[in-house]
Every structure is written in C-alpha cells, then in structure tokens.
C-alpha cells in the first residue's frame, strides 16, 4: 500500500512537470505562432500543438542544437545547414536553424509551398480538427495517431483560443495609389485569404484618369490573378470603357500590407467597337490601411 501511495506521488508529479514545461513553452512562443497564423493563415493552436509535440516542449536535441522544433527533414530543396538524428530511419536528415524564429517561419513556408498541403488552406482557420487530420492525411507524420495527438494537447492546453484573433476580423481597407501611368489614386478594397476585390480611382493629373472595379483570386501564395472593368476618360466628354487583366503580388506582415500589382486595360475608343482598342500597361504600388 506504501509502495502504490509513493509511485501515485511520482506519477502525479511527473504529469505536473511535464504540463509545467509545456504551459512555459507555449508562454515562450505563442506569439511567433499567433504572428504567422496572421500572415499565412495556419491556425496557432496547430503550430503550438505540433511544436509541442515534435520537440518535446523544446528539448529534443533537435530543437536545442540544431533549433528544429517541427521535425522537418532536408529534403532536395534545403541548402542550409544539417543536423543528423534517427527518426523513421537511422542517421536521417533534419534542418538546422539560427534560431526558433526561423524554425517557425519555415514551418509556414513549408505548408504552404507543398501542393500536398494547399487543401488544408480550405479550412477555416478555427477549426483545429480538420486541420490535424488533414495533417496526418497529407503524410506530415507517420505516427498513425498524430492528429488525435494534436487535437489532445489543444484541448488540454485551451490552445484555439490563439486561433480567435485578428485574422479574419478586418477584411477591409482604404489604400494610397502609386505608380504608372495612373501616378496616384485612392482604393477601397476587400481583402481575405482567398480573394481581393478593389474599387479604385487614379489619375495621371493630365489627361488620363480611371474608375474601375476588379475581382483577384488567389493563385499561388501571395499571388492574385484577377479581372478588372471601368471607365478611363482622357478628359471629361472622352469616356471609354475598360476590361483588363492583372496579376497582384500582396505582402501583409502582421498591421501591414503593400500590394503590388502589374496589369494590361483594354480600352474601347469607340462605343463597343472592338476593332479599335487601346492597349495600355500599368503599374501600381499600393499601402493598405
């Protein structure tokens, strides 16, 4: 009877412990986690729960010396430095970072640069259980438990309530136009992981100027591909309509976002006349505020 009150003593203190060590990690990091799922769209509750998990609340070798803390493996693409650990096999692979701030950041690059990965950026990035077993069934572990394992420590550790931020609170902005031949407008755009939608107005101060509206739907990452239609007038009794296509690259690190946008208008001169149609490339720099 001693002996079992002295080993419940041990295994009580154990667990303690270990939910210590993970309360102080996620103390350490939650804000890297909540700073990337506002950038790229991954759910802080899962960056947390899988660093947790695959550096064991940062203390694995990987994650003290080589500051690996997903357990991501070389591959052909990495060229930076190497740690070597067994894992599935003996002598295998990892990553080495300069610190875990980078670790994290290529644990974003690597889910949203793998084809593999693009169908969990479908998710709504509060539900945390699809997210995990879309991990699993992307192939991410081989632990045929990994998503419950996930899943466990987010309800252990109340860790979606990193997920309920401002990710998906604003999705509008005003924006300043810069750029060529249009030199400066005002936009009003729309703006979600998953599409950009902009009413702009700009003008070349002479006699150029535009209203248009345009739909951008996300391709690639940051990259947009939309349509755009309006009226360019070269002065007030010259009003033409425009279609267009462009391609917009949007940068949005944690309150701030620029965007950058190359197009093509196709201008009618002559009422729904297609056979006399001016084509007109521009450039734009937008901030979004």
């Not at 506002?38 to 080589?66: C, D, F, M, V």
């Not at 002559?270 to 001016?278: A, I, Q, S």
Request: hydrophobic content about 35%.
């Amino acid at each position: 009877m001693k002996f079992t009150y002295i080993f419940l003593c041990f295994f009580y203190i154990s667990i303690l412990n270990a939910q210590n060590k993970s309360e102080i990690y996620i103390e350490k990091y939650k804000d890297i986690a909540i700073a990337e799922m506002n950038e790229y769209g991954i759910p802080a509750s899962i960056t947390l729960a899988q660093a947790i998990l695959e550096s064991g609340n940062g203390e694995s070798r990987l994650a003290r010396e080589g500051n690996n803390h997903f357990g991501i493996k070389c591959h052909n693409d990495w060229t930076g430095e190497t740690i070597i650990e067994d894992d599935d096999e003996k002598g295998e692979c990892f990553r080495k970072y300069k610190n875990a701030n980078e670790s994290f950041r290529d644990h974003s690059l690597f889910l949203t640069q793998r084809g593999r990965y693009t169908f969990l950026f479908d998710y709504d990035v509060s539900n945390y259980k699809k997210w995990a077993r879309g991990l699993k069934k992307a192939g991410y572990a081989t632990n045929p438990k990994y998503a419950s394992l996930l899943i466990d420590l987010i309800k252990r550790y109340d860790l979606s309530k990193y997920d309920i931020v401002n990710y998906n609170e604003r999705k509008i902005f005003i924006s300043n136009i810069y750029g060529a031949p249009y030199l400066f407008g005002l936009g009003l755009n729309y703006y979600d992981k998953k599409q950009l939608i902009d009413l702009n107005l700009q003008s070349s101060l002479v006699f150029l100027n535009k209203a248009s509206l345009s739909y951008n739907s996300k391709t690639y990452n940051k990259l947009f591909l939309g349509i755009t239609s309006g009226i360019v007038f070269f002065d007030k009794e010259d009003l033409n309509i425009n279609f267009g296509a462009q391609i917009s690259y949007i940068d949005n690190k944690k309150e701030k976002h620029r965007k950058i946008t190359l197009g093509l208008d196709f201008i009618i001169q002559d009422e729904f006349n297609f056979d006399n149609v001016m084509f007109l490339p521009y450039f734009t720099f937008s901030n979004l505020f």
